[in-house]
């Protein structure tokens, strides 16, 4: 595993799923962690307590990343705690899926708040707390954003809208050695898939039979990548966009 030893990491929407093993998984590659989540105290603190358990630093700290005090609080007491900040992991994200017919007004501004314009504050604000050596940010877009389905055309337009933002920093950003990434995941077996009954059912087998790796995503898949593009390992690397689907280019993470 690449070594993060001596960094410190902020992981946005980090108390489940993708976020979660994220944040799990820069800890265990020796990274100081803050796991923010918007509403879920309760599996924030698990994610913390498993980091602390396992040797690991780690806070939990709320904050709605749509929010610019919030987002600025967040790395305020990331600061209070470690000193700085050298990796920010982008996870934060809503997510939903209905025909256009069905799209509210309310649900295009609550999608583009957090996936989209909390993207860009958790951005922004990073920008004062990188050191001088600089940083790296990763942001966590989906295969949909290139080959969505129907039914996700708000999604699809929110991540669409992360790759932009990828590429443009990491030119608008070199010059300061801060690269920007982004991870693109396949369908993976989260808390939420398990929940909407994505898990064992028939859509299930369908795209698990048109991944060319033949099974569906688990988290440590994305969360390996995430450590990597973390790491100086990745240090010639920014602008890029890395799928994580098994092969599967047509499916809503």
Known sequence: MADLA???????????????EIARSIAAAGAAVVANYAGSQKAA??????????????????????QAAEVRRLFAETKAAF????????????AGFA???????????RFFDVNVLG?????????????????????????????????????AATKGAVNTITSVLAVELGGRNIRVNAVAPGPVETEGTRTSGLIGSELEKQLVASTPL????????????????????????TGAWIPASGGLQSAVA
């Open 6 to 20: 001596g960094k410190v990491a902020v992981v946005t929407g980090a108390s489940q799923g993708i976020g979660a």
């Open 45 to 66: 603190d698990r994610v913390v307590e498993a980091i602390v358990r396992a040797g690991g630093r780690a806070i939990a700290v709320q904050g709605d990343v749509s």
């Open 83 to 94: 000193g700085g900040l050298d990796v920010l992991v982008n996870n934060a994200a809503v």
């Open 99 to 109: 025909p256009l017919e069905a799209v509210t007004e309310g649900a295009y501004r």
């Open 119 to 155: 993207t860009m504050l958790t951005i922004r604000e990073a920008l004062t707390h990188f050191g001088p050596n600089g940083g790296s940010v990763i942001n966590v877009s989906s295969v949909a954003s290139v080959s969505p389905t129907p039914g996700s055309v708000v999604y």
């Open 214 to 237: 033949g099974r569906i995503g688990r988290p440590q898949d994305v969360a390996r990548i995430a450590v990597f593009l973390a790491s100086d390992e990745a240090g010639w690397l």
